[in-house]
Every structure is written in C-alpha cells, then in structure tokens.
Antibody
C-alpha cells in the first residue's frame, strides 16, 4: 500500500514561489500504474485539482493554474514536487499529494497547510 | 473548467437512505463514465468511495453505491450510520487528462 507525505514551508510571502515535495513509500514512483497529482483545498472550501505528472514526463495542469504551475519527479529519491509561482492569499490552502490510478485518486498524503502572508 | 454542482448539505436519520447529486455538463460528467466520489472527515484527507460511476474499492462498505444519468451522477448511502457524517465530493474526468471536483456536500446524521 502506497504512503505519501508532503513536506515544505508552511508560510510563503505574496509574489514568491510555493514549493512542496511529496515522498512516496510502499511503491515505486516509476510505476507505470500511477500518475502523481497535486490537489488543494482552501480552508473551509472544496477540492481543486492542480495537476498531474507521469514519471516518464507527461504533465497535465489545471488550465486556471497552468501559467504558474510546474511539477517534476525525482525517481532517485522516489519523490515528486510542486512549484506554484506568484502566489497570493488566494493560494492559501491545504495541499495534498495524491496517487492516481487511471481516473481515480486512490492514495492521499495527510496534507500540508501553506499560508500565503507577509 | 467550472466546479461540478453538489447540494451544500443533506441530512438523514440513522438507518435511512440518502442520495447526493453531482451535476456537470456533457463535457465532464455526461461525457465520460469516470465519476468518482470521496468522503472527507474533518481534518482528514479524502478517501475514495466510488470510482468509474458505480464501482467500490476493496474495503468500502456496500452501503455506498453510485449511478449516473445524463449530466448528473449520484451517490446513495443506505442504512445511514453516524460514521457516515462527513463531507462528500464528486470528481469527473473532463478530457485532455484534466479533472474537476464538485462543490461538496456535508452529510449530517440526525
């Protein structure tokens, strides 16, 4: 069973870049069975899909965030990462790293609260 | 890519059945049989409850069932239990390898 764990700063200043890393255990990030996704949830609000990364390169982003998002995979560390640039208070959220098998988000990290504030 | 529409809240008494709706368009819910449902308890990560409209992952109670008609998907919880009190989100594939979630429904067990 996969386990995912987010890590990164809990506080980011406006206009700066948010960076998070997800460490995968219990399986290989190079598995052809999974995509690696990021999903966020502003406090008290609903879920928003950010994007998806396959280990060999394919990347897909939410059109509303595409201009600011970069996702990458480090197979040597079994990790994948999210960068979101030019953040504002609207980007304050719990960020989840998630494994996706076909169209289903099946394993989730515990979530990492990132607050955008000066 | 607009969020799918879900009722803000649904309630029921223990033992009853309730149905949650998830309305989209022909570009998402109506266009693909790739609707999934997630249960989220306060302070916890969401949990996959239904995938591909009506399939249950291993370990999920058979009290949970899913269906779809046109642009609206539904999640039915039968034999409502106190532990079912949570937020529920639907999700749909929208084409071009992108996804959208619903606005979420808070289920209250009276």
């Amino acid at each position: 069973q996969l386990q995912l764990q987010e890590s990164g700063p809990g506080l980011v200043k406006p206009s700066e870049t948010l960076s998070l890393t997800c460490t995968v255990s219990g399986g290989s990030i190079s598995s052809s069975s999974y995509y690696w996704d990021w999903i966020r949830q502003p406090p008290g609000e609903g879920l928003e899909w950010i994007g998806s990364k396959f280990y060999s390169g394919s990347t897909y982003y939410n059109p509303s965030l595409k201009s600011r998002v970069t996702m990458s995979v480090d197979t040597s560390k079994n990790q994948f990462s999210l960068k979101l640039s030019s953040v504002t208070a609207a980007d304050t959220a719990v960020y989840y790293c998630v494994s996706r098998r076909r169209t289903n988000f099946d394993y989730w990290g515990q979530g990492s609260l990132v607050t955008v504030s000066s | 890519q607009s969020a799918l529409t879900q009722p803000a809240s649904v309630s029921g008494s223990p033992g009853q059945s309730i149905t949650l709706s998830c309305t989209g368009t022909s570009s998402d819910v109506g266009g693909y049989n790739y609707v999934s449902w997630y249960q989220q308890h306060p302070g916890k990560a969401p949990k996959l409850m239904i995938y591909d409209v009506s399939n249950r992952p291993s370990g999920v109670s058979n009290r949970f069932s899913g269906s779809k008609s046109g642009n609206t998907a539904s999640l039915t919880i039968s034999g409502l239990q106190a532990e079912d009190e949570a937020d529920y989100y639907c999700s749909s594939y929208t084409g071009s390898s992108t996804y959208v979630f619903g606005t979420g429904t808070k289920v209250t067990v009276l």
